[in-house]
């Protein structure tokens, strides 16, 4: 608690460093499944690790309603919000326009979040992971990347669950609504869009 | 020999020099000021800030020097200046039953409580020039009041409450939340046709244009969808700004503004209620009647889906009406014309010249071709 | 409808601030906020219109508005600016908008495509092919590409979520039936990622071809009709046409009087009233530097 009252994370510059934040997320979802490097907040808010906070001061305000997966929904992390970002927080995932998972682990299901409506696929949930490595070597997750910002195919690798798997088939299949998501950690971040086609594929197989 | 065309910059520089002097216009002539504007060209200070949707006359009245006049592009600038600004909060809803009325009227009552109240008004002048406003003579004042704010008669109850619980009017409709969606913050979302969209729509028509809402509301009245409105009542006059900082948490009044109100009655020309009385209403910053009895006849029309009554004219059609009445977006888009466009033109040019050569080798009475 | 009326006071920021008393890029921080959401959902969704409550500007609906908002929300200290209309950059209306990004950024601007990072157009795509590196911003004035057929947003609305483009079919099979072509030489629809009907702006369809499987991140504002959509980088967007009516571009039987290209869009510039004319590069870039390729002077008035 003290250390955010002392210290919240925030930008120094918030202009430009939000311009910067914004950049790299755009890039990533541009480009998905290769992870760029982003600007983090000094400071600290709470369990939020500091990629989710740089998004969440880049992306969130008073218009945007914000869930928090149960390690984060601590009243020190809802105070961060609110104050630093004027977000209100939701406890209803369907409801939220942005929503923060500390881990893989603690991701909710997509189904849980909101896909948008047919007219309105853009009324959908962004879910923010964070503690994600993009390690080659060592992780649960070896996937060929394809759809649109990805020049023929590419392959990711990531610490996202197995099941993770088969629950974005179907977002994705659900286009033009669904969920996107942006994987974080290492100081890096990666986008998922909606768009985005992953199939399960062992490292030997070279692709492309 | 041709060369590419340079000099946009020049050009520019030279159009911006030329719009400065004639702004200025005769120099033997005084400059005039922004207060002369603001206090001796009210109306049309009033007109601006309701269209851009900002009370400041101060800056309504730059506007309006700034723009030689042109009332459009005074709405214009002022807008654009709006954008910039960071918002503080939000005031609680103003209360137009405590406004202190400097003017009042209702024209479904012959008397009623509190009484009609004049005030000022073009309504019955003689539309004869008045030489003596161009310096031809000698220029009279009419004698002050007694008191400076003695005009002014405050708490006056509403005129249509006069009919009571009889049921005839009906109800104010309840306001689905206590926060009104801000059309500048949030896009508008068609069809924006339900009764929780009036607030969305009544936001959209004060700043629409006012004569565009005069058109539409005229032609209401002359049978393009039936709305035969009576003024319930008219006032005008000033209302307490009240605002409720969170950080203090007790409402604080940050000023007074001048409002002009209008509640329109109309009959209910549908079959799925009894026969009732329906309301129109209308609200806009300063003294302007015209658009204040306009917005209301417009809003009571675009409440034809809601009420069950047959939609058969355009006044009736959210879609149209709330797209079409911003007087920014209008004017932008009906002189971008005067940009540049000849790359499309030249890719039309050589399509017409493509499907004519086409046309001429299909038809052999034509002749020949040439080559 | 009512704002608080107070100078803008930013809290403690030692900004280097261009033009005084306003904010890096013209738009408040929560303006730019909101149209970056926007901008995210319509990358996410290649060719889906994604409303936006679109502000103001300095300039007119209809004159760029759209497409500054999204450079705007964009744009940071080191990016390099090019701004063009009619594929020009020194038409009024393209010096305008770079002058306003000049004196409200400080931002490097430049002519010269290949050194742009983000390229503002109206009516063009640049001859020079983009990179990776580099951000396509449009000027839209109408998104809807089905609005001819059916002048109902909500009704439009409904066809793109239902996938619904017979009309637009109709409309070309209508166009053979009469003309023998499908007459539209601009701003011709076309279909992104198998999905969306889109409309790429009143370019000619000269380039459309050069949208397909692009490099470069392209954003389309639209900002009197409050719309955002974009095409991500190597995404397939197909010109619509008919099996045996293909799409076709536009091609000159001369080359370009003044560089000699014989592959570029040509404007077509009047010399007298007896019909006299000539052909030049509409893009004054390319031209230029294919002249400097060949050894001939860069020629300019003052």
């Known amino acids: ?208 | 020999m041709y060369v590419a065309v340079k000099g946009g910059e020049k050009a520019i520089d030279a159009a911006h020099a030329q719009l400065r002097r004639e702004r200025r216009g005769r120099l033997d002539v005084p400059e005039l000021t922004t207060e002369q504007i603001a206090s001796q060209l009210k109306l049309s200070v009033d007109r601006v800030m309701t269209e851009a949707s900002l009370y400041c006359p101060s800056l309504a009245a730059l506007t309006v020097k700034q723009a030689m006049g042109d009332l459009q592009e005074a709405v214009f600038l002022l807008r654009a200046y709006r954008t910039t600004l960071p918002r503080f909060g939000s005031s609680e809803p103003v209360d137009t039953s405590s406004m202190r009325v400097s003017r009042r009227i209702s024209a479904t009552w012959k008397d009623l409580p509190g009484g009609q109240i004049l005030g000022s008004t073009f309504d019955y002048t003689h539309r004869l020039l008045d030489r003596s406003l161009a310096g031809e003579g000698e220029s009279t004042l009419p004698p002050a009041p007694d008191k400076g704010e003695g005009i002014c008669v405050k708490g006056l109850p509403r005129a249509m409450s006069a009919l009571g619980t009889e049921g005839l009017l009906e109800a104010v409709p309840e306001a689905s939340s206590d926060t009104a969606a801000d059309l500048t913050r949030r896009p508008l979302v068609l069809p924006a046709d339900g009764p929780e969209d009036r607030p969305v729509r009544l936001q959209t028509l004060a700043r629409a244009d006012e004569g565009f809402l005069l058109g539409m509301a005229y032609s209401t009245q002359r049978g393009f969808g039936a709305v035969h409105p009576f003024t319930g009542e008219l006032r005008r006059g000033f209302v307490e700004l009240v605002i409720t900082p969170e950080e203090l948490d007790f409402p604080i009044v940050a000023g007074e503004i001048e409002m002009t109100e209008c509640d329109t009655v109309s009959r209910y020309t549908g079959t799925a209620m009894p026969p009732c009385l329906t309301r129109g209403y209308g609200l806009v910053f300063g003294n302007n009647e015209r658009k204040a009895i306009s917005m209301s006849i417009v809003d009571r029309a675009l409440r034809a889906k809601e009420l069950k009554e047959p939609e058969t004219g355009p006044a009736q059609n959210p879609e149209f009406v709330l797209l079409h009445g911003d007087n920014v977006d209008a004017s932008g888009f009906v002189q971008h014309i005067k940009l540049p466009h000849y790359v499309d033109f030249q890719a039309e040019l050589s399509l017409i010249r493509e499907l004519r050569a086409a046309k001429q080798e299909d038809s052999p009475a034509r002749g020949e071709r040439s080559c | ?302």
């Open chain 1, 1 to 208: 608690m003290n250390s955010i009252t002392s210290n919240p994370a925030r930008w120094e510059n918030p202009v430009r460093q939000s311009q910067q934040a914004f950049r790299s997320l755009l890039q990533a979802l541009s480009r998905p499944c290769m992870p760029v490097s982003m600007p983090l907040p000094e400071g600290g808010a709470g369990s939020l690790p500091p990629e989710l906070a740089a998004i969440a001061l880049t992306m969130c305000d008073q218009d945007t309603a914000v869930w928090l997966s149960p390690s984060l929904d601590t009243e020190e992390v809802r105070r961060w919000f609110r104050f630093q970002c004027g977000a209100s927080v939701t406890s209803s995932p369907a409801m939220a326009d942005f929503a923060f998972a500390a881990r893989p682990e603690d991701m909710p299901l997509l189904s849980d979040l909101s896909r948008g409506e047919p007219e309105y696929p853009d009324r959908s949930t962004t879910l923010c992971v964070g503690g994600v490595s993009f390690d080659r070597e060592g992780n649960s997750l070896s996937v060929l990347a394809s759809g649109p910002g990805i020049s023929t195919s590419l392959m990711f690798y990531c610490n996202l669950p197995e099941e993770f798997l088969g629950r974005w088939e179907e977002n994705h299949q659900a286009f033009p609504q669904g969920v996107d998501v942006f994987l974080c950690g290492q100081s890096m971040v990666a986008g998922l869009p909606r768009s985005t086609c992953l199939k399960a594929q062992k490292e030997e197989t070279s692709c492309m």
């Open chain 3, 1 to 302: 409808m009512l704002t608080l009326q107070q100078d803008s006071l930013r809290s403690g920021e030692k900004e280097k601030m261009p033009l005084e008393g306003y904010n890096f890029a013209y738009l408040d921080e929560s303006t730019k906020r909101m149209i970056r959401r926007g901008l995210l959902k319509a990358v996410a969704v290649p060719g889906y219109q994604v409303p936006f409550a679109g502000r103001e500007m300095p300039m007119p609906c209809g004159w760029g508005t759209g497409g500054i908002q999204v450079t705007a929300s964009v744009i940071g200290e080191e990016d390099v600016l090019k701004v063009i209309d009619q594929g020009s950059d020194d038409t009024t209306n393209a010096v305008s908008i770079r002058r306003f990004f000049a004196s409200t950024t400080g931002v490097k601007t430049t002519t010269h495509t290949a050194e742009a990072t983000i390229i503002q157009t109206r009516h063009r795509i640049p001859e020079h092919p983009l990179t990776e590196q580099q951000i396509l911003v449009y000027q839209v004035p109408l998104p809807e590409p089905l609005r001819w057929l059916e002048p109902s947003e909500k009704e439009t609305r409904t066809l793109h979520a239902l996938e619904e483009y017979g009309l637009m079919n109709v409309k070309i099979y209508e166009d053979i039936m009469r003309h023998g072509a499908i007459a539209m030489s601009f701003d011709y629809p076309v279909r992104v990622n198998g999905r969306y009907i889109m409309s790429p702006s009143p370019i000619p369809r000269f380039d459309n071809p050069k949208m397909h499987q692009c490099p470069a991140l392209q954003l389309f504002g639209a900002g009197r009709e409050k719309r955002l959509y974009a095409i991500p980088p190597y995404t397939d967007v197909k010109s619509l046409d008919f099996e045996d009516y293909p799409f076709e571009v536009q091609h000159w039987d001369e080359p370009c009087a003044l560089c000699g290209a014989r592959h570029t869009y040509l404007d077509e510039v009047v010399l007298d009233d007896t019909g006299k004319r000539m052909f030049v590069c509409s893009d004054s870039d390319a031209c230029a530097e294919n002249r400097a390729r060949q050894g001939m002077t860069e020629v300019s008035h003052d």
